[in-house]
């Protein structure tokens, strides 16, 4: 499940990995990679700041400190730069799990859920660009992959936790049940920053308790106790 990187490794992980990226043409070069980098970040405070439909490439190329000809070299248009930047967000939602999976050890797959949230909550309030965009949901439904909506691929590695991690069987029913799951949890977190920049705590619990909930009814699996 969990590479050498404790990046996770499942048939959906790579599936994704393997799609070809937004880039033009992918950096060969430690100065054209850190370049890229540079217009990633310019482009998630621009989401913060202006929001989507302000962005353009060249406010980011300005942001950046790099000409409008090098954001062209790499990226044919604004779509495509905040579509790698919600590629990189993914990697590193996935990179953070899967490192917390191998420091912790968890009781059960409840746990592991806790600490999923937990992650995506963590990220909201501290990676610049990611309470704008999340996983590309806030711009393109298919950001991600053009044939399954972004909370699908979501849905996707959460399975493969399941079913790698904690030995339950493979079934139609397993992939309703979490992809359900994670369109209610998304639904419930986005609802628990929208007012509050950091996150409602209760609001928080409240998304952990549906999604265990959830789960271990449509899963049969027992119910942990609250708190």
């Keep these: 499940m969990w590479g050498e990187d404790g990046a996770v490794s499942s048939p959906q992980v790579e599936q ?3 799609q070809p990226k937004p880039l033009r043409r992918q950096p060969t070069q430690r100065r054209s990679a850190r370049r890229v980098e540079k217009m990633l970040d310019a482009c998630a405070e621009l989401l913060d700041e202006i929001g ?8 980011i190329a300005g942001r950046a400190g790099v000409a409008i000809g090098s954001v062209y070299q790499f990226f044919p248009d604004k779509r ?24 912790e050890d968890y009781a059960g797959w409840w746990e592991a859920v806790d600490a999923i949230i937990d ?12 309470k704008s965009l999340h996983f590309g949901d806030a711009v393109d439904l298919n950001l991600l992959d053009s044939d399954s909506d972004n909370n ?8 493969g936790l399941l079913l790698s991690e904690y030995g339950l069987a493979d079934s139609h029913e397993l992939d309703v049940a979490v992809l359900v799951a994670v369109e209610a949890g998304d639904a ?9 920049p950091d996150g409602s705590p ?7 308790q549906l999604v265990r909930g959830f789960l ?12």
């Design 16 to 18: 994704i990995c393997a």
């Design 52 to 59: 989507y439909e302000s962005l353009s490439t060249t406010r």
């Design 80 to 103: 495509a730069i905040t579509q790698e930047l919600t590629r990189r967000n993914v990697e590193q939602f996935v990179s953070r799990v899967g490192r917390r999976f191998m420091e």
């Design 119 to 130: 992650e995506y909550v963590d990220m909201h309030r501290t990676v610049p660009g990611f």
């Design 152 to 159: 699908a691929v979501i849905a996707g590695r959460l399975r």
């Design 188 to 196: 419930v977190l986005k609802l628990a920053f929208r007012h509050d």
């Design 202 to 208: 209760e609001i928080v619990d409240a998304a952990k």
């Design 216 to 227: 271990a009814r449509q899963l049969k699996s027992w119910t942990p106790q609250a708190g």
